[in-house]
């Protein structure tokens, strides 16, 4: 059950009082994901937030798992240049061809780091020692953009062709995929995550 503004005892500020910005505060950003497919997601849909707000792509998400094979990296990896022209024409998600290209040569990126790692989750996870860094941030103005950690990220994957994968993107994904605990310490959720 989703808890609703008018009942949540505090949320971090980004949050909002729009519905679906609180169910994604609420029951997914800052909890630790494992799943590759669901990685692979939150890959993409930071890439597609670059320069825009991200309550646009919530509100394109489910357009983006139709139109991306429901993240399926294999099924994306094959995507042709006819996939491409298909994509530039629907308005379900951002129609930017440079990030339509990035994400089909992501997947192909996700493929090769499987295949060395076992899993993307077992490559990813490696930078914060496979545990949740817990920060204590006491107001949205202390979170960072990016760190050394979001920083070192960001090189290999562009060392090993990944695209729209700067710190400030690869930051924005450890926190939304629970590498970080980022809420702010007045959130409810802060404890509840470090909770594990």
Request: with cysteine; aromatic share 12%; proline share 4%.
């Amino acid at each position: 059950m989703t808890v609703t503004a008018a009942t949540s005892p505090n949320r971090c500020g980004w949050a909002g009082s729009d519905p679906l910005y609180c169910a994604y505060h609420d029951l997914e950003w800052g909890v630790p994901v494992h799943d590759d497919r669901l990685l692979f997601e939150f890959l993409t849909l930071e890439g597609a937030q670059a320069g825009l707000s991200w309550i646009t792509i919530l509100r394109k998400r489910d357009g983006y798992r139709r139109a991306f094979a429901s993240f399926d990296p294999e099924l994306v990896a094959r995507f042709s240049e006819a996939d491409q022209a298909r994509l530039m024409a629907d308005p379900s998600i951002v129609r930017n061809r440079l990030k339509i290209g990035s994400t089909i040569d992501n997947a192909r990126a996700f493929l090769a780091v499987q295949q060395e790692f076992g899993s993307f989750a077992a490559y990813l996870w490696r930078f914060v020692d496979g545990v949740p860094i817990q920060n204590a941030w006491r107001s949205l103005a202390e979170v960072p953009a990016s760190t050394e950690i979001s920083d070192r990220l960001s090189r290999d994957l562009k060392r090993r062709g990944f695209r729209f994968v700067g710190s400030t993107i690869c930051y924005a994904m450890m926190q939304a995929v629970g590498m970080v605990n980022d809420h702010t310490v007045d959130c409810f959720r802060w404890r509840e995550l470090q909770k594990g």
